[in-house]
């Protein structure tokens, strides 16, 4: 008996030093992510149990309202020339997929940005946050985007994101949390579904998202969501004004 408990935890340690724990769970349940109360981390990165490297940015936003976050992505953003004024340096190229006029959900942004010194092919498909977030509630206070983020050449994501946008005294304050491993395998022939395949089997393994999502990529990530937002932040209350003329 004895002997057949020590094989048991052999091999539970082994699954979890390979699989992790939970490793195929797509939720991210973290009620720190909605909380309107400042956590212990909210700038920053780390590994979680299930090998997934979470990615953290508290930008503030002085003066900027959360519709006007909204705005910027469903109705304002629709050239070239807006996506580089939002990051002069480091982005590039954009064109949207699927976007309806004053609408984001269901949409896929089609960008190519460099994330440190790498530059990226991406395809981000902004989803309704619920599928991310599953204790999401609606509230007139704050304005919640998130994302499946992946390769644009190839079928696969690999990263789930969020910005909350909360409204504070000086204006708003963005909470924005990537989730670098939740490993998925697009439809070829509707992008915005999943199928079942080996690769997103085995990616979504703690060992593989060790190998494949490192603290410097995770680091440059973060690095570049401060950057961004923090720009955005700085022409956004004006350019908000002029164009719709409040």
């Known amino acids: 008996m004895r002997k057949h408990i020590v094989i048991l935890a052999v091999a539970a340690t082994l699954f979890i030093a390979v699989f992790g724990v939970n490793p195929w769970a797509t939720a991210n349940r973290g009620k720190d992510v909605l909380s309107y109360s400042h956590t212990d981390l909210e700038t920053g990165v780390y590994r979680a149990g299930n090998g997934i490297m979470v990615v953290k940015a508290l930008t503030r936003m002085p003066d900027v309202e959360p519709e006007m976050v909204r705005w910027w992505f469903a109705d304002y953003m629709q050239t070239i020339e807006h996506y580089q004024r939002w990051y002069p340096t ?66 696969i994501n690999a990263n789930k994101m969020c910005h909350i946008v909360t409204k504070t005294e000086y204006g708003s304050e963005m909470r924005s949390v990537f989730w670098m491993g939740y490993v998925e395998t697009r439809d070829p022939n509707n992008q915005n579904e999943t199928v079942l395949s080996i690769q997103s089997l085995l990616g979504n393994t703690a060992l593989a998202r060790a190998l494949v999502f490192d603290k410097h990529s995770a680091l440059a990530l973060m690095d570049h969501a401060i950057g961004e937002m923090n720009i955005l932040a700085g022409f956004l209350p004006e350019l908000y004004e002029t164009e719709t003329n409040l």
């Open 90 to 155: 480091q982005h590039l190229w954009m064109d949207w997929e699927s976007k309806l006029p004053g609408k984001h959900i269901g949409a896929s942004h089609l960008v190519d940005e460099y994330i440190g010194e790498t530059l990226n092919k991406l395809r981000i498909q902004f989803v309704d946050p619920s599928e991310i977030l599953n204790n999401y509630e609606e509230t007139n206070d704050r304005f919640v985007i998130c994302a499946r983020g992946g390769l644009r050449e190839e079928l």
